[in-house]
């Protein structure tokens, strides 16, 4: 855990100068952090994840990537082929495995990064909670499926825009890579409205009633993923999520509905960022029941990043400090209460001590 102690001290403090040291912007976060600050942010978070030996099913991408080597001739077309391409031009570069690990730490860390320097209000606590939350952690796991997340995290500005015929070509790109990331499309229509509506209420009532049923939900759903790779994941039994981390991700959410008024008005395109953080926590309350399906989260906890660093901001000025450092203190203990306590959490390199 030192190198990832170490990571979070440097991250934390490389960000907080850059907003210290920012400028005013015309863009839509008011502020523009110090931008050779912000770059050795995300040096510090790709050196950390792209160096890395362990972690989740790290070790078998490593031994996928030397073990089999792919041409045009030997790439299946329908599966998650954009993937395999991908290797493909790495094992022209380097057959060592570790290109593989880097590169995708490099597209993944760098794309988040660049997304929260432009729509984060406070640069450093988005950074901080990519950390404590457990994401950064989640991005060295599911490699595959969290950089299909931050391509289409990339395309935010198109779902504030509403330019829906390019956003979908992104998130039809990002399934070539991880086919789940199909699901955003439907997702784009839900997500463009004005948060806290009707429909806002029903999906909320939706996932609750998908808990309470969820023994006729899994058998109608795994059924008609029956004939598809994902078919596999009907003899999934590793227990449902844990329901702290349920309740840190309504947090802000919780936040933004007492706050919302305030919220449209210093943040206006703050209802689509509500909207998909409410969805990912919808699938975290499903996930209770069946942990796979906190897989989709993977999508949709980015945009809490966005959303926990203006929440801050709807509160009294007099208060907005001790609200910042409850939320500093509560993620630094959950990090802790994951990494230590529940997981053990050991972090190996071959090139970081």
């Known amino acids: 855990m030192t190198i990832l102690w170490i990571n979070l001290a440097f991250v934390y403090v490389f960000s907080l100068f850059a907003r210290y040291f ?13 931008q050779v600050l912000v770059l050795l942010c995300g040096f510090t978070l790709v050196l950390v994840s792209g160096l890395r030996n362990n972690i989740g099913d790290t070790y078998y991408y490593k031994h996928s990537y030397e073990m089999n080597t792919l041409s045009w001739g030997n790439v299946d077309f329908s599966g998650d082929f954009g993937f395999n391409i991908f290797q493909m031009i790495l094992q022209k570069i380097s057959d060592n495995s570790q290109i593989l690990i880097f590169t995708t730490a490099l597209i993944t860390n760098s794309l988040i990064v660049f997304i929260l320097y432009k729509y984060s209000r406070l640069f450093e606590l988005s950074l901080y909670i990519y950390i404590t939350s457990g994401l950064f952690l989640v991005s060295m796991n599911g490699i595959r499926q969290f950089m299909a997340a931050s391509i289409i995290f ?31 499309l439907p997702i784009y229509f839900i997500v463009r409205n004005k948060a806290w509506s009707k429909f806002t209420y029903l999906l909320i009532f939706l996932s609750l009633f998908i808990v309470a049923g969820y023994n006729q939900f899994s ?39 007492m ?39 993977i999508y949709f906890g980015l945009y809490q990043l966005i959303l926990i660093s203006w929440v801050v901001k709807i509160f009294r000025k007099q208060d907005e400090k ?22 053990g959490t050991e972090y190996q390199s071959n090139y970081l001590g």
């Open 219 to 257: 058998q109608i759903l795994f059924a008609s993923l029956e004939d598809t790779q994902y078919g596999h994941y009907q003899s999934f039994s590793e227990g449902g999520a844990n329901i702290l981390r349920v309740l840190v991700s309504a947090v802000p959410i919780v936040l933004a509905y």
């Open 22 to 34: 920012s400028s005013e912007s015309s863009s839509l976060n008011n502020v523009k952090p110090n």
């Open 259 to 297: 706050g919302r008024e305030k919220l449209r008005e210093i943040f206006p395109k703050s209802d689509y960022i509500v909207n998909l953080s409410i969805v990912g926590l919808l699938f975290l309350i499903v996930s209770t029941q069946n942990w796979i399906f906190a897989r989709f989260t």
């Open 322 to 343: 001790f609200i910042y450092y409850l939320i500093v203190l509560f993620y630094f203990l959950f990090y802790f209460y994951e990494c230590v306590i529940i997981f």
């Open 154 to 184: 990339a395309a935010t500005k198109y779902i504030f825009n509403g330019n829906w015929k390019t956003y979908f070509f992104i998130i039809i790109l990002a399934s070539t890579i991880h086919q789940s990331a199909l699901i955003l």
